[in-house]
């Protein structure tokens, strides 16, 4: 069967608003939705010989942000289909697609030449919400013998799943390298469906590439900002994380004596204290706490202090003299007896204590919200409100957070093979699919 996406003509998605695109093809016509009426345009002069093996290219060009990424997003979630008796992912497709002498017609769009359409030649499938979503045995027969094969430098969270013939060649690789070496644990449950999980502790398999791609790009950047030929973020999310999240600096997960991880674990309340509770009653719902930023601040600072403590700890098992930790996080001494490389230590907590003067936090909040909607299964929500804020791209605090980086790899001992950090990066606003595929394919050349 000769499977040839010819057109697609989208409802909204995105940018894109009624509006068509043919493709190149060897088949009869072109296609113009209009009016209700999918018309059938002579067919596209083919100057170009690709050889027995591949019948057409479309090349998609377009200004940053005019759409491009979308109309292959929409393509892809058009043709996910069903397989071996297994559903594939459905996704809702308004819209009109056609492959063959297939015309998939969405039911809540008016077409009015039907009958002229398969006097044409045509096989006409309506759907409710995705093309493939039915599969009549005479359409399976014949859509399941075909794979569609598809690169995208961008990761799809359907790369794992083998109950659809839709394969990103690109995305394999990149997904079991990121599951393994991130400091993430897996949500394995959220990993199995096409959603981004609920905001918890753990990560859907998205999400760990998400950071790591962003760790990535923000590590490239830093490096040779001014060779730039993109626009510069305004400015850059910083998301210290903590013991709950982060499976190298989780205590909780060694054998060692309990008295030692109960008094981390009442150093962390101690330092979350001013926020609130960590168990938010009924009688908290409606309730607005306010902040200063000094306040804020200094809280995520203490938390910094806490994981270089917890990261000593799970690597070498012993907490050591509780008198001088909690001198070190509260009082600012550093440790006589605790870290191997006191330099590294003062260098880190000077890079990290620049970056919470200069940073932008949120001061005015709802416990009810982060506790019980924005992270209903994180071990403690207060964590996350104070570990995530803004900060300015400019060139003094690139400075400073590329020797943050710098300094945690350091602490980490990292390489190839052995990856480790506390602190995750984000550009603001996010690169566009075009930019991040620009980083993509450049953070390639470099090593970490």
């Known amino acids: 069967m000769n499977s040839e996406l010819k057109y697609i003509w989208i409802k909204e998605f995105r940018v894109l608003k009624n509006i068509g695109f043919n493709f190149n093809h060897l088949g ?83 077409v009015g ?160 204290s001013p926020i609130g509770y960590k168990y938010v009653n009924s009688q908290d719902y409606a309730k607005i706490i306010n902040l200063t930023k000094a306040t804020i601040a200094n809280i995520c600072f203490n938390i910094y202090k806490l994981n270089l403590i917890c990261q000593v700890f799970v690597k070498i098992k012993t907490l050591g003299d509780k008198a001088e930790i909690y001198n070190f996080i509260f009082f600012d001494k550093l440790p006589d007896t605790i870290f191997e490389d006191k330099d590294l230590i003062t260098a880190l907590l000077s890079d990290f204590w620049k970056i919470c003067k200069q940073g932008s936090f949120e001061t005015e909040f709802s416990p009810d919200r982060y506790a019980n909607i924005l992270y209903p299964e994180a071990y403690d929500w207060r964590f996350y409100l104070v570990c995530w804020f803004r900060i300015k791209n400019t060139e003094t605090n690139r400075r400073v957070i590329a020797s943050l980086i710098q300094n945690e790899n350091k602490l980490f001992h990292n390489n190839q093979n052995i990856s480790g950090r506390i602190c995750d990066y984000f550009m603001s606003p996010n690169p566009s699919s075009g930019e991040s595929s620009y980083y993509s394919y450049l953070v390639g050349f470099i090593k970490y």
């Open 113 to 272: 030449n039907l009958k002229s359409l398969m006097k044409n030649g045509y096989q006409i499938v309506e759907f409710k919400e995705s093309p493939f979503e039915s599969m009549r045995a005479d359409i399976r027969a014949e859509f399941e013998k075909i794979g569609f094969i598809y690169y995208s430098n961008l990761f799809d969270k359907r790369a794992e799943n083998k109950a659809n013939n839709l394969f990103n060649i690109s995305s394999y690789n990149l997904l079991k390298a990121d599951k393994y070496y991130s400091q993430y644990y897996l949500d394995e449950a959220q990993s199995l469906r096409s959603g981004i999980s609920p905001y918890n502790d753990k990560k859907s398999e998205s999400e760990i590439h998400e950071y790591e791609e962003s760790f990535r790009f923000i590590n490239y950047y830093l490096s040779d900002v001014t060779n730039m030929h993109i626009a510069a973020p305004f400015s850059f999310f910083i998301l210290p994380t903590y013991f709950g999240n982060n499976r190298k600096l989780d205590f909780r997960q060694i054998e060692v004596d309990f008295e030692d991880k109960n008094y981390l674990e009442n150093l962390a309340e101690e330092i979350l």
């Open 28 to 110: 009869k016509h072109k296609f113009e939705y209009t009016k209700e009426v999918l018309n059938l345009l002579p067919p596209f002069s083919n100057k170009l010989d690709f050889g027995d093996k591949i019948s057409s290219i479309t090349a998609i060009a377009g200004q940053n942000a005019s759409g491009k990424s979308s109309l292959c997003e929409t393509i892809i979630e058009a043709v996910a289909t069903l397989t071996n008796g297994s559903l594939g992912y459905n996704y809702n497709f308004n819209g009109i697609v056609v492959f063959g002498d297939h015309i998939f017609i969405n039911e809540k769009i008016k």
